[in-house]
């Protein structure tokens, strides 16, 4: 038994134990109902996100928003209702009468004393009215919102428009996006994987076992993860739910394609029996065991750091994909050799493998082409190869990070279309107004920022405990640049009014802004450093570490490059979504770092026997068709991320799914084993194979 063989992952009593006729169909029926039986037993852990722990720790309108929490209507929100004209006439004072009537219900008992129901536009061709939501949660809002848009649909008289805006009305939107969006995606995501397996093994049975066990690991892990999330404390939202589901998915299926790929090679020097099937899928599970472990253990160890972020949400992302990578590389090398030993080697048919056929590494395939034409010129291959990913990073020259809220949904809801439209007729800022919170004097509050620059109105909406909300309506758009430089002006004034923070979407925007930047400044370094650290302690080597880290972030910034020139001329978006840099960052270099471990673990465990060059040659020539496959399954599943109608969704999706396609056709493929046949042996330095 050779050295590699010998530090494989799982020992080989308990790789017998699996895969044995006597054991392993019990250790596949208890994995199985196990599994099941916790997700049936236990369910999702439910959680209301407050707007708190989606803020950046600690910042300002972080700070308003908890603080808000002492007043009695802390649970409120309002509801803008826009009345336009179709045909852009004026409004009359019947028709503005007659809109009075149908605001009037909706709206708390007194509030119209002294005050009109709706508020006429100078131009005297929209009106809006003011209506209070007073709600428990997000999910209450929404249908109180949809009760107010259905009312209005038959109360509004005719010729008249009538939309909904406002906080309550963007919240209610935001809501419907995620309406089912779990079973979306999951049935997107799952049709996406039975379709690329399928194809990849050109089987009509075998999909279906990967599929089978993945598919329990990916509900399993969505359980466990947001009841760990619970007892922990820490917060989710509906999308940590969805980017866990494609990892698992993504992820597991990998672990599954590599396992069932090196069980299809030992079949073909194993003898004709059920023992040696057997034997043959013990082997494949040790052999597959060293490079999924050091995988799933890079990718946790990278999306831990996400829990040094100041987003509360952000951490419990981190932490659930955490969990998700550990069910799923538990499931693919215990639970999927188990159910696999239940069946004989006809599972592969029509492509049965028999003893004595070539093996992948032996055999001149397309890869063992590329290898050898990579091999014959490796300074030619790297040079063109780098120049390459240098010239697809260009793109960042152009780039803007940051997208205004108005613009994160891939379909513009009512809400959205209605403050555009509002922003016509009224101060732009009116729609979503911004929000002075202070326990200090509110009428010395009131008097200072008046007279800021930008601001339309001062207004006190709430008072008790101490503490008092000013509604603030800013003359500029509350997504414009114009907008943000008002809230930095107001919160210099308030300087001198302690106790005093401002919250609205303009300044939580700022914010997240200045809280994504820290991030990236705090946690990407990190990530690279353990990252470089467990691929260190795996291959007990300093070069090769540095080099795969390398090619894993020059792939990262092509692939961002590129991403760029697809949002602002496919798709037209004005700027990246401030967290995607990061979260794309994270998976890229995590999940990308596995395909090198896969590669340069084969290259390794070959080297023994035939050395360094012909060693990286049959490891490219047997991994280079699963790895492939692996990775064009992966990108796909990210790209699932584009069902949901979220442009910071649609966008990470994006970017992973180029960088994974990259790096698995190119980086993979042709970077990395050039630059290793073009150091030699000192590419494992200072390791001796």
């Known amino acids: 038994m050779s050295e590699y063989e010998e530090s494989t992952t799982v020992p080989a009593p308990l790789a017998r134990l699996i895969t044995a006729a006597r054991t392993g169909w019990l250790v596949a029926l208890v994995g199985l109902l196990l599994g099941v039986g916790l997700i049936a037993g236990l369910g999702e852990a439910e959680h209301t996100t407050t707007p708190v722990e989606q803020l950046a720790a600690g910042s300002d309108s ?20 826009l009345f336009t004209t179709e045909d852009g006439s004026r409004l009359d004072r019947a028709t503005l009468g007659g809109l009075a009537k149908a605001v009037t219900p909706y709206l708390p008992e007194g509030a119209t004393r002294g005050a009109p129901a709706v508020i006429p536009s100078e131009d005297g061709q929209a009106a809006i009215g003011i209506v209070p939501i007073d709600t428990a949660d997000a999910s209450e809002t929404k249908e109180k919102v949809e009760a107010l848009r259905a009312d209005l ?34 049935l997107a995501t799952a049709l996406v994987v039975a379709f690329l397996l399928i194809v990849t093994y050109r089987s009509p049975v075998l999909w279906v076992i990967p ?37 698992v998915f993504g992820a597991g299926t990998d672990y599954a394609l590599l396992l069932i790929s090196r069980y299809r090679d030992e079949l073909r020097h194993a003898p004709e029996t059920g023992d040696g099937r057997r034997a043959a899928l013990a082997t494949a599970t040790r052999a597959t065991a060293h490079a999924v472990v050091a995988s799933a253990t890079t990718v946790v160890v ?23 990578i550990v069910v799923a590389a538990v499931f693919a090398l215990i639970v999927l050799p ?46 063109a190869t780098t120049l390459l990913l240098v010239l697809l990073a260009a793109g960042l020259g152009w780039s803007k990070l940051g997208l205004p809220r108005s613009e994160q949904f891939l379909a513009r809801p009512e809400a959205l279309v209605a403050a555009d439209r509002l922003a016509e007729h009224f101060p732009a800022g009116a729609s979503d107004p911004a929000s002075i919170v202070t326990t200090a004097d509110a009428r010395e509050v009131t008097a200072a920022v008046k007279d800021v620059d930008g ?11 101490g503490v008092t909300e000013l509604q603030v309506v800013l003359d500029a758009d509350p997504a414009s640049p114009a907008a943000a430089e008002t809230v930095t002006r107001l919160r210099e004034t308030l300087t ?7 919250g609205g979407s303009t300044a939580e925007d700022l914010d997240t802004g200045d809280g994504t930047q820290r991030d990236r400044l705090v946690v990407l370094p990190l990530i690279l450093a353990l990252v470089l650290g467990a691929l260190v302690l795996l291959l007990r080597s300093l070069a090769a570490p540095l080099i795969l880290v390398a090619t894993v972030v020059a792939t990262y910034l092509a692939a961002l490059g590129v991403s760029w020139w697809i949002f602002a001329h496919v798709f037209g978006f004005s700027g990246i979504v401030d967290s995607v840099p990061l979260l794309a960052f994270l998976f890229l270099v995590a999940l990308g770092v596995d395909y090198n471990i896969f590669l340069v673990t084969r290259a390794l465990e070959e ?36 069902v949901l109608p979220l442009v910071v969704l649609a966008q990470l999706g994006t970017v992973i799914c180029v960088g994974v396609l990259l790096d698995t056709l190119l980086v993979r493929t042709v970077l990395v084993p050039a630059i290793a046949w073009l150091m030699g042996e000192r590419f494992w330095w200072p390791r001796k194979v």
Request: aromatic share 4%.
């Open 153 to 186: 649909a038959t109360s509004t008289p005719d010729g008249i428009r009538a939309e909904v805006t406002g906080p309550a009305g963007i919240q209610t939107d935001l809501a419907k996006v995620f309406d089912g969006a779990n079973t979306r995606l999951l």
């Open 62 to 81: 972080a700070q308003a928003a908890q603080l808000r929490d002492r007043l009695p209507d802390k649970d409120s929100s309002t509801a803008i209702v």
């Open 302 to 324: 990278g999306v831990l750091t996400l829990l040094l972020s100041v987003f509360p949400t952000t951490r419990g992302l981190g932490l659930a994909c955490a969990v998700g």
């Open 607 to 642: 080297s023994r026997s035939h050395g360094h060059r012909e060693g990286m040659l049959r490891a490219l020539s047997a991994t280079g068709g699963v790895i492939t496959s692996a990775g064009i399954l992966l990108a796909a599943v990210f790209a699932v991320l584009g």
């Open 496 to 502: 001198d009014h302690p106790g005093s923070h401002v």
């Open 338 to 383: 188990a159910v696999l030993s239940l069946f004989g080697r006809w599972i592969f048919w029509p492509r049965v493998p028999h003893d004595g056929e070539p093996g992948a590494d032996t055999r001149r395939s397309l890869w063992h082409r590329v290898g050898t034409a990579v091999r014959g010129r490796p300074g030619a291959f790297a040079a």
């Open 211 to 247: 599929l089978l066990v993945i598919g329990v690991a990916d509900r399993l892990a969505t359980v466990l993860a947001t009841h760990t999330l619970d007892a922990t404390g820490i917060p989710w939202d509906e999308s940590t739910t969805g980017i866990l589901s494609v990892l």
């Open 455 to 465: 601001v339309a109105s001062v207004t006190p909406v709430a008072t008790g405990g």
